[in-house]
Nanobody, 117 residues
């Protein structure tokens, strides 16, 4: 079992920045893809960014060049640096871990990000 705990959400003005953190209960980075998803009211959950075991990253078109995903294996942490935030970035952001061998997904409880003037 893997526990994920997100933090760092909050209220920010358009153009501002936030850094989300995801604390992972044990180091799974060598066999799991870590990702951030988000879900806005009335919309489906969507993938925002991911980082594979080999550290290759992927981003949705809507956040490319604004968001950066990273991980710290020494601290069992995953981060999402969000810059140039827009109103449409408002959502609950979830940390996800996908065990590539067992094909199991783990989810955090989510953290609210609100972009508003």
């Amino acid at each position: 079992q893997v526990q994920l705990v997100e933090s760092g959400g909050g209220l920010v003005q358009p153009g501002g920045s936030l850094r989300l953190s995801c604390a992972v209960s044990r180091n799974i980075f060598s066999f799991a893809t870590m990702a951030w998803y988000r879900q806005a009211p009335g919309k489906q959950r969507e993938s925002v960014a991911s980082i594979a075991p080999g550290e290759s990253t992927n981003y949705s078109d809507s956040v490319k060049d604004r968001f950066t995903i990273s991980r710290d294996s020494t601290k069992n942490m995953v981060y999402l640096q969000m810059n140039s935030l827009k109103l449409e970035d408002t959502a609950v952001y979830y940390c996800n871990a996908r065990n590539l061998f067992l094909k199991i997904d783990y989810w955090g409880q989510g953290t609210q990000v609100t972009v508003s003037s």
